[in-house]
């Protein structure tokens, strides 16, 4: 089920999003831990049949690692970039455990357009740092108001601690070198995934419309775990702590 987008047969889409993993892989090499991580929390908390909402969903990786593990789940997929959307709602075609949604997380009603008031589990991964602190907090106090009780929201992320620069300038510094070392063996980085994007004739069209929305780079902020798990609790959750991190992201769960 899909609510604005149309898909079209004959695209590859399965392929469009596996590429997309092997481009955040480049930059996370972690990124399937702090997925398991995550539905091992969903597991415990939840359970096994959750109705839960994909925050920034993007491609759908969070969706396509839920419902391989939990066919009994089901996923409401939101999003506003139109070509990551596309390429979701093409993997997905035919399957009524999903449905997406075009929403702006900045617009304070995007809740509204949600197809349920409340969910078990809200998930999102790699998308809430384009967001500065203020309207971050904002946010977390919608997806509070949508995670019934007992319910839990995870934020895998980019997280960093201001407070041990020397590590972090050490770990960055490793970190880029290895990627560096991918991309010697053909790793496609963030730009040069776009560029294909947009040269294929059925992402093209929506390619161009993402950057007009949302322009070339972030300009969020990646304030630390502590900040994240106290704007949670300010927001209505009872507890609120990281239960996954690496040297450089964060996997942080808070419990309503």
């Known amino acids: 089920m899909t609510d604005s987008h149309t898909t079209t047969a004959g695209t590859d889409w399965h392929a469009w999003q596996e590429s997309w993993d092997r481009q ?10 702090r997925f398991r991580v995550m539905l091992d929390m969903v597991e415990a908390l939840v359970g096994t049949a959750p109705r839960v909402l994909d925050l920034a969903c993007g491609t759908g990786s969070i969706t396509a690692r839920l419902l391989d ?13 139109p070509a990551l959307l596309a390429i979701a709602e093409g993997t997905f075609a035919g399957d009524d455990r999903v449905t997406f949604v075009t929403a702006d997380l ?3 009603g995007w809740a509204t357009q949600l197809p349920h008031d409340s969910y078990d589990a809200v998930l999102t991964a790699t998308a809430l740092h384009w967001l500065h602190r203020e309207p971050l907090a904002d946010l977390y106090g919608h997806i509070a108001g949508l995670v019934r009780d007992g319910g839990v929201f995870m934020n895998a992320d980019h997280m960093i601690d201001e407070t041990t620069p020397r590590i972090n300038a050490a770990e960055r510094a490793q970190r880029h070198a290895r990627m560096d070392q991918a991309k010697e063996r053909g790793a496609l980085d963030w730009a040069e995934w776009w560029q294909l994007a947009a040269q294929d004739p059925v992402l093209a069209g929506p390619t161009a419309r993402r950057f007009e929305i949302y322009g070339e780079h972030a300009d969020g902020d990646m304030p630390s775990p502590a900040w994240h798990a106290r704007a949670l609790r300010e927001a209505g959750f009872a507890e609120a702590r990281p239960v996954w991190c690496s040297p450089s992201d964060t996997l942080l769960l808070a419990l309503k």
């Open 69 to 81: 593990r939990f066919p009994d789940a089901t996923s409401t997929g939101v999003d506003l970039d």
């Open 106 to 108: 900045k617009d304070p």
């Open 24 to 33: 955040q892989e480049w930059y996370m090499p972690d990124r399937e831990e």
